[in-house]
């Protein structure tokens, strides 16, 4: 049972995080509508021992990752019950007899004032990626912010891509509300391309956040950088030898938004 100075302790390591703020009020909600999974996830939290500040990070610690670490052994890649079509959103008989660089000029127009992000991915590309995310369905990534960086998780489902930000999910788990959901539509394979729309939270992300999010997603994915591969392979398969500073490296090596 969690003595009430451990949770009084551990509610207020939460609060010193620089994005508790944040989702303050899901974090209130959840307290209210389910406090045994609360002081639940308290007692976890107030059992995770202290690590030193790292440079950029604020109060964001390696123990931020212990619930991560292992993707979910009821994730699965192949579903496609889930996957939503293509034909929802975008009128597909209008650009059957177009090639894919006619068809790329028309999702971009077709999504420039939305409040999304879009992507014309070519067949082949995709397909490695997808490989990957079927060995490696839960990653991370770092998203700079004016506090330093805030990291947000990735799972695959089926075609789509789904982020949320960590501190989220370890409040919430597997309910953790969604900030980034990427789709993929396959429809026009024939045509050698794959449409992706990302749709954000205006409230947690930006446009350029998404992308930047949309953007890491494909470098550690597409298994063009020796690096970024063996991070995402680290911490599927050897976390304990995962050092989180390493994707921040990676980050500061390039511009992305």
């Keep these: 049972m969690t003595t009430p100075i451990n949770c009084e302790k551990a509610m207020e390591n939460l609060q010193k995080n620089p994005y508790f703020e944040k989702y303050a009020e899901r974090i209130a909600a959840l307290q209210k509508t389910s406090p045994e999974e609360f002081l639940k996830k308290l007692e976890e939290q107030s059992k995770s021992q202290e690590s030193p500040v790292k440079k950029g990070l604020t109060s964001v610690d390696t123990r931020q990752f212990s619930s991560v ?14 996957d939503k079509k293509l034909d929802t959103i975008f009128k597909t008989e209008l650009v059957k007899d177009k090639d894919a660089s006619e068809i790329q000029v028309i999702w971009e127009e077709y999504h420039k004032d939305k409040d999304v992000i879009c992507a014309t991915i070519p067949l082949q590309l995709y397909e490695n990626m997808r490989l990957r995310t079927k060995d490696n369905p839960t990653f991370l990534f770092p998203l700079p912010r ?3 960086f805030e990291f947000i998780m990735c799972q695959t489902f089926g075609h789509s891509v789904h982020f949320t930000p960590l501190l989220a999910y370890q409040v919430h788990k597997e309910n953790a509300p969604e900030c980034l959901t990427m789709t993929h539509y396959t429809e026009l394979a024939d ?8 749709d954000y939270d205006k409230n947690v992300l930006d446009g350029q956040e998404a992308q930047c999010l949309a953007n890491q997603f494909q470098m550690y994915y597409n298994g063009k950088d020796a690096e970024k591969l063996n991070l995402l392979n680290s911490f599927t398969i050897s976390p304990q030898s995962f050092n989180h500073m390493d994707l921040i490296a990676q980050l500061e090596k390039i511009t992305l938004i």
């Excluded at 670490?69 to 889930?82: F, G, T, W």
């Excluded at 045509?191 to 990302?198: C, Q, Y």
């Design 146 to 148: 004016a506090q330093g």
């Design 191 to 198: 045509k050698d391309i794959v449409l992706m729309r990302g």
């Design 69 to 82: 670490l292992n993707p979910k052994e009821n994730l699965q890649s192949n579903v496609s019950i889930e």
